[in-house]
């Protein structure tokens, strides 16, 4: 298996659902600040096919541990940073009912791809707001590791996307729509992404706050199998409807603990199992 | 600030309790016991012996050598020893039959005034599964004692990992088959040899683009002759 073969990291672009949508419309005032702490876990052995239909496959496992933060350097301009610390991806040992190993099992632990993203208002103030964002996909995982390397941590690949987020609160501020439009521009021949997101958030009770969240990814079809730099069954071409649920919870006015299951209701070379993800945050 | 150190620990140290490489078991695919007759003879002459084989694969679907009996329709045109000698007697056609318990398969034959000997060559081309993007034309002769499979220039599959190629009797699986190598590249002419001891030009009927990590055919294509 060459360095141009290797397993997915489909599952890592569900962790997008909850970072393209922080904050909204809303840049993040200058000053302010929110850092999480989170940890995901993916363990699928089912798989959306190219033509969109679910196949078992052998158990893949993703397991993300990183950090988020995001920091208003003006009122209107804000950065953020998702930060794949450590990143693991495994394949589970094939063995036959009748005891035989057909497979043994592989594993890689690296740093994962980072994200660098800026986001400034273009509409603030208002019932309706408007942000713009420009997302710098870092490409610091392993592409090819494990004993057969075909196992990722990244894709290999540097994208830059741009962002269109609108927002609007309701009920006295209880409650939030966020709305997505997003391109993807991918290098190294992967397809470039058209991403439509929405997000409806509220107050449920004090101190908690519950948010559906519901990404589109799309791809637009202009790269090449044949001629990305990592494997085709998982990184080109995917396409995804992510619905997460999500829920957090104050523990006070700085920290906080949240939770998510986030899966794909369709997609195509999407790992189809749900993602779960637990992190603490903090509010600055 | 204390109580959320503990929670951020708790979440560090529990990625080491969910994050370790875990067993599949596959159950074992039980498919009929199946005799293959691996043959080329068109024709036998008249007073010409020819001896022909067979491969037999059990209940899961592997190879494995078993007693094979032979019979023939009708000894006045075709004998055949219960070993698969064959003599050609008189000109017609007759039906050659190999069978392992309640396995069997047969061929039709013709005896005539010359031996022939069909090309040993065989082709086909690949379609594509599951929207997978694979196609191109191969072919699959004998080399001296080795058994080699050709992939024409047209040849394209598309990326993958760890894919490789199979001859198999199934065209999704690859259970009882046997494995020519690692895909060498996803377009373009390419050759894999084995040795004629692992499989005949006859053995099997199908040439499988397969990934082996996750047990997913991605292209597939049966021979035509």
Request: glycine fraction near 12%.
């Amino acid at each position: 298996m060459k360095s141009t073969n290797h397993i997915i990291l489909s599952g890592l672009l569900m962790l997008m659902t909850s970072s393209v949508f922080a904050g909204g419309g809303w840049p993040t005032p200058k000053g302010k600040g929110y850092f999480k702490l989170s940890q995901y876990v993916l363990q699928a052995n089912q798989y959306y096919s190219p033509s969109g239909e679910i196949i078992d496959i052998a158990t893949a496992g993703i397991y993300i541990s990183s950090i988020y933060g995001e920091y208003g350097l003006t009122d209107r301009l804000g950065v953020s940073a998702y930060v794949p610390f450590f990143s693991r991806a495994t394949l589970n040992e094939q063995v036959s009912s009748s005891g035989t190993l057909l497979a043994e099992g592989d594993a890689v632990n690296s740093l994962g791809d980072f994200d660098i993203s800026f986001k400034y208002g273009l509409i603030v103030n208002k019932p309706i707001v408007v942000s713009a964002s420009l997302t710098l996909g870092l490409p610091f995982g392993n592409p090819s590791g494990g004993s057969t390397e075909i196992l990722q941590t990244g894709d290999g690949e540097f994208n830059v996307m741009l962002s269109l987020e609108a927002s609007r609160s309701f009920n006295g501020g209880k409650g939030y729509i966020n709305t997505l439009l997003a391109f993807n521009n991918r290098s190294e021949n992967f397809s470039d992404e058209l991403r439509l997101g929405i997000e409806v958030g509220y107050n449920i009770a004090p101190k908690w706050n519950a948010a559906l969240k519901v990404l589109s990814v799309n791809s637009l079809n202009n790269g090449s199998d044949l001629e990305t730099p990592a494997n085709g069954i998982f990184s080109n071409n995917i396409e995804y409807l992510a619905i997460t649920p999500e829920v957090n919870y104050s523990l006070n006015e700085r920290f906080g603990v949240s939770g998510s299951i986030g899966f794909a209701a369709s997609g195509r070379r999407v790992l189809a199992r749900p993602a779960y993800s637990l992190g603490v945050f903090m509010k600055l | 600030m204390k109580r959320i150190k503990t929670y951020a620990i708790l979440l560090l140290a529990g990625m080491g309790l969910v994050s370790c490489i875990g067993t599949d078991v596959v159950e074992d695919i039980i498919v009929e016991q199946t005799v293959s007759i691996s043959q080329r003879l068109e024709t036998l002459a008249v007073g010409d012996s020819y001896q022909f084989e067979a491969n037999f694969f059990d209940e899961m679907g592997e190879q494995s050598s078993t007693e094979i009996t032979w019979t023939s329709n009708n000894e006045a045109v075709m004998s055949i020893t219960t070993s698969g000698l064959a003599t050609g007697v008189a000109e017609g056609n007759v039906w050659i039959s190999a069978m392992s318990g309640a396995a069997r398969d047969s061929v039709m034959v013709s005896v005539g005034q010359n031996t022939v000997l069909a090309a040993a060559e065989r082709s086909g081309s690949f379609v594509g599964l599951r929207d997978y993007n694979v196609s191109g034309n191969f072919t699959l002769t004998e080399d001296g004692d080795n058994l080699v499979l050709t992939f024409s220039s047209n040849f394209v599959a598309s990326r993958g990992p760890g894919l490789f190629v199979y001859l198999s009797n199934n065209a999704t699986r690859v259970t009882g088959g046997v494995e020519m190598g690692q895909l060498m590249q996803n377009s373009g002419a390419q050759t894999y040899t084995i040795a004629l001891t692992e499989a005949q030009l006859d053995t099997y009927n199908h040439v499988l683009i397969y990934c082996r990590p996750f047990g997913v055919a991605f292209g597939t294509g049966q021979f035509d002759n």
